[in-house]
């Protein structure tokens, strides 16, 4: 059965909603001509609704319907439809240089003689600030206060930036720094559940892609989400549709209900573990049956958190009347929250417990068998039952003495008074904000050991770098009313900061003296957080290992100081009459936990603290930004420049060319991920970009991060291709290093690519399978422009990053299977001709790659240009996505 455009209007209708008369696409009426979307998964309805409701038959085609409506569970579709999201959220990190590029793109539709104020976000895009603040000071009362004015001194060109941009764009918001972390920002405020664009008077599902992995968060509202790169951010942004794979949806049956002592932490790192071994990588997870009533909108929210953990591109928990009650619970509006349960049900997206749709593949996990658990030492699906936990690490320390000699231990003086370090200590202990403060269940529980603990004299050990940093300015509020502030504080876990910390590595410096005593004893430590993230070497350079946790564990751990430690028999330590005080003597009941709830928590906490969500303190207030439709660039800022991609972008693209005469920049390996290619974390001493910096007067301890500078092209596309652990293989060293052709020099990537630029030489990259892997970021594709590479030619591509090339205007092409750089007898040192791009382009063609050698010799292999629809044709012969936007946004495009 084939869709007609008459059908897709029978689908519109007129719907009188509590708000007044709306326009709704009602795709349960598709059951009235014979498609049975009452059997389709809630996630996959959501996605033809955007479809149905965008069809142009131009972007949007019938065919795009079909595929959704006819969606077959265990197919691999390797069709794509073109998915627009209601809107789009933005972290400060991945959100300066997307800014930045509409900064640039309005000076370049003013040099065109049109009106820059053309250049707008064309959906809602609000941007947090949240992933700057670092924990400096802790473990007194205004460490707050002292880390956001640190804060704001490493930060204030990339502020200053982002306050213009609040008032020069439309469609664009910021939340200034301290107003809590994107996630619950988005679930507490922002997520509407069902959007009401009050432009057309319409009302459709609240859907949101945001440019950070854990956007899926928001999914445990039944808001469909999930995390994108800054390119395809950026596309969004501009008008232009996210491309995916029509997904596969996997079902989680839940059932039963969690015993007492089991926290939703416990069930998510149990979930994450469960769901890593079924291969939910690419896929959506959707959870159901009668165990969801068990758990509340805030243990959803931190279950879809963890998508990314377990591999899913988001886990979909459908709204249900528990959503309803969050939603009034977190101070929305009374007639809104009516809205979102009559809309819903009238289209056939309301969760009832007869919900038994078709499922790529359905498991059952019983939430009555979750242990407590923590994960680690360097994954989050490497669950450990507490029960087990002091024998699994003991072995892990064991092993890393028994490779130095033997155990160590060594005497620190802190506050004049020496204490002892030894293997296994715990030196981390983060109560942080991503995964678990959106959770009163185990910040109340926290707040409760502590008092229990301090009640019974009990002390955070000396060498415990404490930190509280919630998700919400809401949590403080609760823990004070609750009278537990107080404890928590007394232990050190003052608050730190209202932002992403631990998790991302911003955990910021030991005190001295333990830094010291590690880094000369080569000492066993540890950090223990409640985060989502523990990868080896994240959370901190010193520590050899990484415990996700409940805060309650972590504020158990901080108490004992080490790791290894049997909860169930050894004490947390002992109150003033020697006495020993246990896990069970301060761990509270469930029924504790929810009547402080009860008693507590109001809808008029939220309303208070995201009233003004977008007025920040007196630092963000102070500071002085332009005003205008264009940006005035400081040329000495070494955070902010104006990005090139625009340059000499005339009205009309250049007619394509072939590629001829390029040389290889680089010869590598299977499975290069994205983190090899984009700039990211410190940035070395030794670098081309430490050089710049210091060069403009940057002094090495101010260097701050690569994603810090993710606004200056000038540093990032230094960075690129120097990652640590690449490896390319025309030399016999890691790193970012190559050899420039044909004196043989080496040198780093940069320096060779400006030589090559200099002499009028494009650039090529070889690569084996499965190039460009990993999480999507725009720097990857962004550098590998700006390091003027014309193509990448790899055995295969994942899926992402191919896009990214296309969006930037490098081409991807994909070598025949079997054929590879290595049995084509590549050392670098030859010369590259790509041959059929000035014939035209059609989606997949076949172009001839001929490789002259050093003595003369020449081989040609057919390979396929890996733009794989005509959209992504259009873009590469514009240049890019960018060039592209560009001309269209000022009329060259109709």
């Not at 491309?243 to 949806?249: L, N």
């Not at 886990?315 to 009650?325: A, K, M, R, Y």
């Not at 929305?332 to 038994?356: C, I, N, Q």
């Not at 005497?411 to 293997?423: G, P, Q, T, Y």
Request: proline residues 6%; contains cysteine; hydrophobic residues 40%.
């Amino acid at each position: 059965m084939s869709i007609s455009a008459k059908d897709l209007e029978h689908i519109k209708e007129q719907w009188s909603s509590p708000i007044g008369k709306l326009s709704i696409w009602n795709i349960s009426k598709f059951e009235e001509i014979g498609f049975r979307v009452s059997k389709l998964p809630i996630s996959i309805r959501i996605l033809l609704e955007s479809v149905v409701r965008n069809y142009d038959d131009k972007v949007v085609k019938a065919e795009d319907v079909e595929s959704l409506l006819k969606w077959d569970p265990k197919a691999q579709y390797p069709k794509e439809i073109p998915f627009i999201p209601a809107r789009l959220i933005l972290q400060d990190f991945t959100g300066v240089p997307l800014v930045a590029d509409l900064a640039a793109m309005r000076d370049a539709v003013a040099k065109l003689g049109k009106d820059p104020r053309l250049v707008n976000p064309l959906i809602p895009v609000d941007l947090v600030i949240d992933h700057s603040i670092q924990v400096d000071y802790f473990g007194v009362a205004d460490a707050l206060r002292l880390n956001m004015k640190l804060e704001f001194e490493r930060n204030r060109e990339r502020y200053v930036f982002l306050k213009w941009a609040q008032s020069a764009f439309n469609n664009f918001k910021v939340v200034p720094p301290g107003r809590g972390i994107i996630h619950q920002v988005n679930i507490e405020y922002l997520a509407k559940v069902v959007f009401v664009n009050q432009n057309n008077a319409s009302a459709y599902p609240d859907t949101v892609l945001g440019t950070d992995s854990h956007t899926t968060m928001v999914s445990g509202i039944g808001v469909l989400g999930w995390g994108v790169g800054g390119i395809e951010a950026e596309a969004v942004m501009l008008g232009q549709p996210h491309y995916i794979t029509v997904p596969q949806v996997v079902g989680v049956r839940l059932v039963g209900e969690p015993r007492e002592g089991v926290t939703a932490t416990d069930i998510v790192l149990n979930i994450t573990e469960f769901l890593r071994k079924r291969n939910v990588v690419g896929k959506i997870v959707e959870y159901y049956g009668p165990g969801i009533k068990a758990l509340p909108a805030w243990d959803r929210a931190t279950v879809s958190n963890m998508a990314p953990e377990y591999g899913a591109t988001t886990g979909l928990f459908p709204v249900d009347e528990l959503t309803l009650s969050y939603l009034r619970l977190t101070g929305r509006d009374e007639a809104h929250v009516k809205l979102v349960e009559e809309y819903l049900r009238h289209v056939g997206l309301f969760y009832t417990e007869d919900y038994e749709p078709m499922f790529s593949e359905s498991y059952q996990f019983d939430l009555s068998e979750v242990e407590p658990a923590i994960a680690g030492p360097r994954n989050p699906d490497e669950k450990i039952p507490l029960k087990a936990a002091k024998a699994t690490v003991s072995k892990l320390i064991d092993e890393y003495a028994n490779s130095r000699g033997g155990k160590k231990s060594t005497l620190v003086n802190l506050n004049d008074e020496n204490v002892k370090l030894s293997d296994g200590a715990v030196v981390i202990a983060a109560i942080t904000s991503c995964t678990n403060t959106s959770n009163p269940t185990v910040l109340i529980g926290a707040g409760l050991i502590a008092k229990k603990a301090v009640e019974r004299g009990l002390r955070t050990k000396p060498w415990v770098k404490t930190s509280l940093a919630p998700g919400s300015r809401v949590v403080t509020d609760y823990l004070t009313t609750a009278g537990l502030m107080p404890y928590l504080e007394a232990l050190g876990f003052h608050v730190t900061g209202y932002g992403c910390t631990v998790c991302i590595g911003n955990t910021g410096p030991l005190p001295e003296p333990i830094a010291k005593a590690i880094r000369e004893n080569d000492i066993y430590t540890v950090a223990v957080l409640s985060g989502n993230r523990n990868y080896e070497g994240r959370i901190h350079p010193l520590v050899k290992a990484a415990y996700l946790a409940s805060p309650m564990l972590v504020v158990a751990y901080a108490l004992a100081g080490r790791v290894d430690i049997d909860f169930d028999n050894e004490p947390l330590g002992y109150d003033p009459n020697g006495r020993p005080v246990y896990l069970r003597d301060v761990w509270p009941s469930v029924s504790e936990i929810n009547s402080i709830i009860r008693n507590t928590i109001v809808p008029e906490m939220f309303r208070r603290k995201y009233e003004d969500v977008y007025k920040g303190d007196e630092f963000w207030e102070g500071l002085k930004a332009p005003s205008g439709v264009l940006y005035q660039w400081d040329p000495s800022s070494t955070y902010i420049r104006k990005p090139p991609f625009f340059d000499n972008v005339a009205p009309e693209p250049a007619p394509l060319r072939d590629i001829k005469g390029a040389r290889i920049l680089l010869l590598l390996g299977d499975k290069i991920t994205t983190d090899h290619i984009s700039p990211a974390g410190s940035i070395p001493l030794d670098s081309p970009a430490a050089k710049y910096l210091m060069e403009r007067g940057v002094k090495p301890e101010e260097f701050n991060t690569y994603g810090s500078r993710r606004g200056n092209h000038e540093v990032m596309v230094r960075g690129g291709f120097s990652n640590i652990k690449l490896r390319n293989l025309m030399v016999n060293r890691d790193g970012g290093y190559t050899v420039h052709w044909p004196d043989g020099k080496v040198m780093t990537v940069y320096d060779a690519a400006v030589q090559y630029q200099s002499e009028g030489i494009p650039l090529v990259v070889f690569a084996g399978k499965q190039y460009g892997s990993g999480s999507s970021r725009d720097w990857a594709a962004k550098a590998t422009l700006l390091l003027g590479v014309k193509a990448v030619i790899a055995e295969s591509f994942e899926r992402i990053h191919r896009s990214n090339l296309v969006d930037m205007g490098v081409l991807p092409i994909q070598l025949p299977e079997g054929v590879s750089w290595k049995n084509l007898g590549l050392t670098g040192n030859e010369i590259v001709d790509i041959i059929g791009i000035e014939g035209g382009l059609e989606p997949r063609k076949k172009l001839t790659i001929r490789i002259t050698k050093p003595d003369g010799s020449v081989k040609e292999v057919e390979a396929i240009a890996r733009l794989d629809n005509e959209v992504e044709v259009e873009y590469y012969r514009h240049g890019g996505i960018l060039p592209y936007m560009l001309r269209k946004l000022a009329g060259y495009i109709k």
